[in-house]
């Protein structure tokens, strides 16, 4: 269907058409970049956290051991105060061997211990780097809030520079046309409109009628069968 619009008035309104959609791209690439930093950040934090976590875990158990190791010298303290008392070599050749092998139990209970302590110390050395990560992340949002809130100011200003334009090209158009190219736009956006490549169509490479290509060397513009797209003549 022919189009009373020039070539050159479609070619303007795809320009700003495309125009506007960049920047609206770009506007809506800012919250995704903070999104982003922000959660760099969160997992930074939750680095920090697990390691503080760590060292908690690691301490609460040094501590359990240290006091089953306290309870367990108490223990042979009180057997070995019996063997005095002891009224048989049995009895006390018995308590001897149980006193034996709790000693042997505490020497372990050291060992665990002092493994304990030892990934404490492991763990702490984690808190530097993630504090290192923390701050870096906090520093990267703020410098990217920065930067999108500067790039946001210049866009939206941009944009309604673009749309004036755009309202403005819109006017011209022939009310005969624009309520067609409206509905073309709204349902296609930018990609409503796309310049012949050769003898296809630039949006779907169909190939075009020699009725089409005749109409648009007369200046008309006329809808793609493939796409719907309102096609014109590239410069």
């Known amino acids: 269907m022919s189009l009373a619009v020039t070539a050159d008035a479609l070619r303007t309104l795809h320009r700003l058409h495309r125009q506007l959609a960049d920047l609206r791209d770009q506007l809506a690439a800012g919250p995704r970049r903070i999104a982003a930093?922000?959660?760099?950040?969160?997992?930074?934090?939750a680095g920090h956290a697990a390691a503080l976590d760590g060292i908690k875990k690691a301490k609460l158990a040094a501590d359990q051991k240290q006091l089953q190791l306290r309870s367990a010298e108490a223990k042979i303290l009180d057997l070995e105060g019996k063997l005095n008392a002891c009224k048989t070599n049995r009895e006390y050749q018995t308590l001897r061997d149980q006193i034996a092998a709790d000693r042997m139990a505490t020497k372990v209970l050291e060992d665990e211990i002092l493994e304990?302590?030892?990934r404490v110390d492991a763990v702490k050395k984690e808190l530097p780097p993630a504090e290192s990560a923390i701050a870096a992340a906090r520093k990267l949002l703020a410098e990217t809030k920065a930067e999108v809130d500067g790039e946001t100011a210049r866009l939206e200003a941009e944009s309604v520079r673009v749309g004036r334009d755009l309202a403005a090209a819109e006017a011209e158009l022939p009310a005969d046309s624009r309520e067609l190219y409206q509905r073309t736009v709204k349902s296609k956006g930018a990609d409503g409109m796309a310049a012949v490549d050769g003898t296809s169509?630039?949006?779907?490479?169909?190939?075009?009628?020699?009725?089409?290509?005749?109409?648009?060397?007369m200046g008309r513009v006329v809808h793609c069968r493939g796409c719907g797209c309102l096609l014109y003549l590239p410069r």
């Open 116 to 118: 304990g302590l030892e």
């Open 201 to 217: 169509c630039g949006g779907c490479f169909q190939q075009l009628t020699g009725n089409m290509l005749a109409e648009l060397a």
């Open 37 to 45: 930093r922000t959660q760099q950040l969160r997992a930074a934090e």
